[in-house]
């Protein structure tokens, strides 16, 4: 039987959700700026950048909270994730200048792909990255973008484990809630959202959006528009 947390066993484990809920509205495009070129391509800002920047900072706090005092080997895993990253290790190095408990960082990557258009295939293969056999007893902190069905996420976990790393922590920006969902959850979380296909801070349509801030929704025509 697979293990699925409530929102109440997850605050046990120290961590609140952020959850955006089924009827969030968003923002008007016209509140915040966005790249011209995808003016016509987008419905609502759903998460604004500024706000997915704050949340990152404690993600930041907590992850050193509880691995601090250990190496940390944080895994990109790209393209998605590049964005997050980026921003959570700043966060991370913000506080190893400022606090007497600090984490020594080193970072490597891993190239997954399992999207095609705005659907999850069932496949999900390594296209490229580091060698993972460089892991081994390494404390591994592995930064997401998003989790849907879970199954990335399954399979790089299970990768990893043939390179018996010392400890695994997963960190994800965003969690889907949908009926396609596996159970699995992240250790860390930034935010829970709707059934929805999101793009911008990375998360990308056929590779388009990902240079756009905000966290938004695509409009039907942009799905045709963009598709492969
Ligand atoms: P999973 O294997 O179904 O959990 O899907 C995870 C991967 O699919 C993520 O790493 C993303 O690359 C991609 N993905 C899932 N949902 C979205 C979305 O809403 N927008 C963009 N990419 C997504
Ligand atoms: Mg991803």
Redesign the pocket.
Known sequence: MKEEFTTNQFRHLGCENFDIPDDEKGYELDLFCVPKHYEEDLDRVIIPHGLIMDRTERLARDIVRDMGGHHIVALC?L???YKFFSDLLDYIKALNQNCDKSVPLTVDFIR????CN?Q?TNS?KVIGGDELSTLTGKNVLIV????????????LLSLLSECNPKMVKVVSL?V?RTP??SG?RPDYMGFE?PD????GYA???NEYFRDLGHICILNEKAKVKYKV
């Open positions: 895993v393209k998605g994730g997954l792909k399992s999207y705005d999850s999900v997401e973008d998003i989790v849907e069905t879970g199954r990335t996420m399954e399979t965003l889907k396609r969902g699995y959202v929805w296909f999101l793009v998360l990308d349509y």
